[in-house]
């Protein structure tokens, strides 16, 4: 029970994982939200833009019915023909599609963001082998596929809602349909564009809660699926902080060659303060180097008999001073200045040392 409790991904997603995923491309996005606002976006610059089509459109067919004189035309230059309608054509829709496509993108880059995801456009060659290709057929045309059942409800309900909203506003305005029965072709068109406007609104408002539904959907489903286990926590922390064992030793090895650098210093020291046992401070005041004493080593017990070893060895003098010792061991780093306010006791300490070496002893 405890592995398999540990194996459940019951955790939320880290930053780190998130970043992973969307560098691989798998991102929370609503197909259906991105369709309903293009669709949208589409229908309101056609919207804008019907007018002055509509007017060109007129004018060519004005012009046509005006000018040209089937008896006249040439067959032999039939492009020569075709051409000025081409470019009425192009001056009519190329606009109109540039500038669709252009919202297309940006709607499609505010839904997905800013995502380039390499390992989705390399070419894998098992996807391509026959194997892979049959089980993913099986897959796509499997009705009992969990996610097939779900895109396919989904596109149902899709299909339901919006049909009968644009039912719905065609039968609200029936009796202007009824009424442009012996109207003139002017206003019965007037009528019609007008119910098709009121039903693609209503129609577009209804993909779009849809859209917003399915985007809530998605992520909702996007998030449990980068879930992790507590296992997977444990080790990206590992991965981004270091396993605590190898850091321990570390630790243990910096400490180590930071004895050893301190051990080294004591030979170079002026004199030893010691409590007398327990604890143990080197010090060396240097002019150049310093504008003051400074505590080139210092530790307790153990490390303290060490220091008073080399001391001896290299004969160092040592000094007993407890009040002394104690409160540069508590107060002054390694390779720090004494503080002022010991000056006069360090200075009675070394003026003692300097006086015993000129004497001799």
């Not at 098992?126 to 897959?139: D, E, G, R, V, Y």
């Not at 796509?140 to 719905?168: D, H, Q, W, Y």
């Not at 019609?192 to 993909?207: E, P, R, T």
Request: hydrophobic share 45%; glycine share 4%.
């Amino acid at each position: 029970m405890g592995n398999e409790s540990a194996a459940e991904k019951t955790e939320s997603a880290t930053t780190r994982r998130r970043d992973k995923e969307r560098e691989r491309g798998n991102i929370s996005q609503s197909k259906d939200l991105s369709s309903a606002l293009v669709v949208t976006a589409s229908i309101a610059l056609l919207i804008a833009m019907g007018p002055s089509m509509m007017e060109k459109i007129s004018n060519l067919l004005r012009f046509t019915f005006t000018n040209i004189n089937p008896k006249t035309i040439c067959t032999d230059n039939v492009m020569g023909i075709l051409m000025p309608y081409v470019n009425s054509c192009a001056s009519i829709l190329v606009p109109f599609l540039l500038t669709s496509a252009l919202l297309a993108l940006i709607i499609v880059r505010m839904n997905v963001g800013n995502v380039f995801a390499v390992e989705k456009v390399k070419i894998d060659l098992q996807n391509i082998s026959p194997s892979k290709m049959l089980k993913n057929a099986k897959k796509l045309f499997n009705p009992f596929e969990p996610r097939t059942i779900v895109e396919f409800t989904k596109s149902l309900v899709k299909l339901a809602v919006v049909g009968a909203c644009g039912v719905a506003t065609a039968n609200g305005r029936k009796d202007e349909l009824f009424a442009i029965l012996g109207a003139d072709p002017a206003t019965s068109l007037q009528v019609i564009v007008s119910i098709m406007i009121k039903m693609l609104i209503n129609m577009c408002l209804a993909m779009l809660v849809l859209g917003f539904v399915d985007k809530k959907y998605q992520d909702w489903e996007y998030e449990k699926s980068i879930k992790m286990t507590k296992q997977e926590i444990k080790d990206e922390y590992k991965d981004i902080e270091g396993d605590p064992k190898v850091k321990s030793r570390i630790k243990a090895i910096q400490i180590q060659m930071s004895k050893q650098r301190m051990m080294s210093n004591v030979p170079k020291s002026d004199v030893i303060v010691t409590n007398p046992t327990h604890y143990a401070v080197a010090i060396k005041y240097d002019k150049e180097a310093a504008s003051a004493p400074i505590v080139v080593a210092k530790g307790i017990d153990y490390v303290a008999f060490k220091i008073r070893e080399i001391a001896k060895a290299n004969n160092i003098p040592i000094v007993e001073n407890r009040p002394v010792a104690r409160s540069l061991y508590n107060t002054v780093p390694i390779d720090g200045i004494i503080p002022s306010d010991m000056y006069v006791a360090v200075a009675e300490i070394l003026a003692y040392v300097y006086n015993n070496k000129k004497k001799g002893i």
